[in-house]
């Protein structure tokens, strides 16, 4: 009786407003929500996702959307000359705002400490400490760039493009069916840029060495030369791999994780059931009889999510790069998840071998 006196309160309130035109905001990239306006539909208005204005403004998807908030529309890391700066809701900590900065990186603004952003990010000030490279009680400038994630992930504003003038390899016959019913079109995106290096490592070689030149040009390349250089050996010495198909049970099975870890907030390959790659793919397909599953965050290319995946900076077993290469493989799907935490744009590769 408690709960629905309750609820019937929030009604009243709301009903209240309900014919009400709030007045917009002065503020360049906030909006103020009207009558029946909803997330999905101020996302679109402003071309942005409904994850992002979650992330900027530290609300859930599912959150009552009240009338006459205001809400951050537009990226607060980002200001231009022509428009005010965007003041978004502060994490107040010694009477300094925190608020989390898109991508997996950080600038610290005058005044803020690495405890402070450690915990706006969801982590100890001793493992944010350990991420970052820092001893005890070190203090940075403000304008230095702090790592926000152990996780192997890019600045998802940044979509990888190539604009080379370098030839490109010929393009291969067809590599999988453009479309499964059950997949979105950047899921098949990332299949098909699967085959597209499977059926033919060596000539994958080319975008390897544009998106580093790439990296190197912005004077922002964190692989080492002996690092590219040896997954260069490796692709060029690579047979023609089979292609792999799609497979609607597998998919369920990826899909199943990915809503599991996004609604927990952290990255792992085992389930809160338990259950590690191998076991959901055998359990949820019949026909197989092992799987693997490579996650990779912060990327909305599929180019850029497999060259990240190759070179595996930080794996010492190239595990990753052995899941995209693995010839015994015979069916892959591709989820993907959205923000899981801090990190963005997360992404399932679910490979799995048929019996």
């Known amino acids: 009786m408690k709960k629905i006196s309750i609820l019937l309160g929030i009604i009243f309130l709301m009903s209240l407003h309900i014919n009400a035109q709030c007045p917009t905001s002065t503020r360049s990239g906030v909006h103020v929500v009207q009558a029946k306006e909803t997330l999905y539909r101020i996302a679109i208005n402003y071309k942005v996702t409904v994850d992002e204005i979650c992330e900027w403004n530290d609300i859930n998807m599912t959150d009552p959307l009240s009338i006459c908030k205001e809400l951050v529309v537009k990226n607060p890391e980002f200001e231009t000359k022509d428009s005010e700066p965007v003041t978004p809701t502060p994490q107040p900590q010694n009477n300094v705002a925190y608020y989390k900065q898109s991508g997996n990186k950080h600038v610290i603004l005058p005044?803020?400490?690495?405890?402070?952003?450690?915990?706006?990010?969801?982590?100890?000030?001793?493992?944010?400490?350990?991420?970052?490279?820092?001893v005890d009680k070190q203090e940075l400038a403000a304008g230095s760039t702090l790592a926000t994630t152990d996780c192997m992930c890019t600045d998802k504003d940044k979509e990888f493009e190539d604009k080379s003038n370098t030839p490109k390899p010929p393009s291969p016959s067809p590599t999988v069916a453009t479309e499964a019913p059950y997949m979105k079109q950047a899921e098949m995106d990332m299949v098909n840029e699967i085959n597209l290096l499977r059926a033919n490592p060596s000539a994958y070689v080319v975008h390897i060495n544009n998106y580093i030149n790439q990296l190197k040009a912005k004077n922002s390349n964190p692989f080492s030369e002996e690092l590219v250089n040896g997954l260069v050996t490796e692709l060029k010495a690579t047979p023609v791999l089979k292609k792999l198909q799609t497979i609607s049970c597998m998919y369920s099975a990826a899909q199943k994780h990915g809503q599991d870890l996004k609604q927990s907030g952290t990255i792992s390959h085992q389930g809160s059931d338990g259950k590690f790659p191998w076991e959901r793919v055998t359990s949820n397909c019949q026909q197989m009889n092992d799987g693997k599953e490579n996650l990779v965050g912060g990327v909305r290319s599929s180019r850029e999510a497999i060259i990240l995946l190759l070179l595996d900076a930080q794996s010492t077993t190239n595990e990753h790069r052995g899941n995209l290469l693995n010839p015994h493989w015979t069916h892959v799907v591709c989820y993907e998840i959205g923000n899981i935490g801090a990190t963005p744009s997360c992404w399932i590769q679910q490979f799995g071998q048929s019996k």
């Open 111 to 134: 005044g803020q400490t690495i405890a402070g952003i450690a915990e706006l990010y969801g982590y100890t000030e001793k493992k944010f400490r350990e991420i970052n490279s820092l």
